[in-house]
């Protein structure tokens, strides 16, 4: 059972927006950075968010995060076939002294 | 453009030592943590530990028991030994760079626990 709690998938029709809850506790969220990434069958995972909102290069602005207190958010907006993956949080966990990752939504465009 | 390529053993029986190793190209190992990360079939994914560029380590406690990540600086690789497998460590296994922020991946290496 994973430490980070998240939806085990949300949907939206294309052009719509989705958004994704992690929810965690003071020793990982509540104190550290909140990472998303993205995951297709077959293929490494890819940084979307990191540091709570901040995006890599390359990420378009329509992939958006949020932290407050201990809870992360993730939005996508302008929903596309292409968005159809698994999406994860991830954060350090200060009284693990381990990484933890949440449970995964998949996000279905209808 | 850097790059990480990983290899090792996909087939192992139970009770033998998952070897995986993930090699630097065209880029520097130094000033980074370097992790491995597995998700078994149908599950989510899981950290399994990391090493920084001096060898200081972190491991998940569920696993710490059985895991070994080790830097070779000379070869600009990092290696993963997981010992006494069981049919529960089936899993596509990945390296990246980054501790909080997992910005570079391999291509995965997939291992089969079986008998």
């Given amino acids: 059972q994973s430490i980070l709690t998240q939806p085990p998938s949300v949907s939206a029709a294309p052009g719509q927006m989705v958004t994704i809850s992690c929810s965690g506790g003071t020793s990982n969220i509540g104190e550290n950075f909140v990472a998303w990434y993205q995951k297709f069958p077959e293929t490494a995972p890819k940084l979307l968010v990191y540091d709570n909102d901040q995006r890599p290069s390359g990420i378009p602005d329509r992939i958006s995060g949020s932290k407050s207190g201990t809870s992360a958010t993730l939005g996508i907006t302008g929903l596309q076939t292409g968005d159809e993956a698994d999406y994860y949080c991830g954060a350090w966990d200060s009284s693990l002294n381990a990484y933890v990752f949440g449970s995964g939504t998949k996000v279905t465009v209808l | ?115």
């Fill in chain 2, 1 to 115: 453009q850097v790059h990480l390529q990983q290899w090792g053993a996909g087939l192992l029986k139970p009770s033998e030592t998952l070897s995986l190793t993930c090699s630097i190209y065209d880029g520097s190992y130094i000033g980074y943590y370097w992790t491995w990360i597995r998700q078994p079939p149908g599950k989510g994914l899981e950290w399994i530990g990391d090493i920084h560029h001096g060898g200081g380590t972190n491991y998940n406690p569920s696993l710490k028991s059985r895991v070994t990540i080790s830097v070779d600086t000379s070869n600009f690789q990092f290696s993963l030994k997981l010992s006494s497998v069981t049919a529960a460590d089936t899993a596509m296994y990945y390296c990246a760079r980054g501790r909080v922020r997992c910005d570079l991946w391999g291509r995965g290496t997939l291992v089969t626990v079986s008998s």
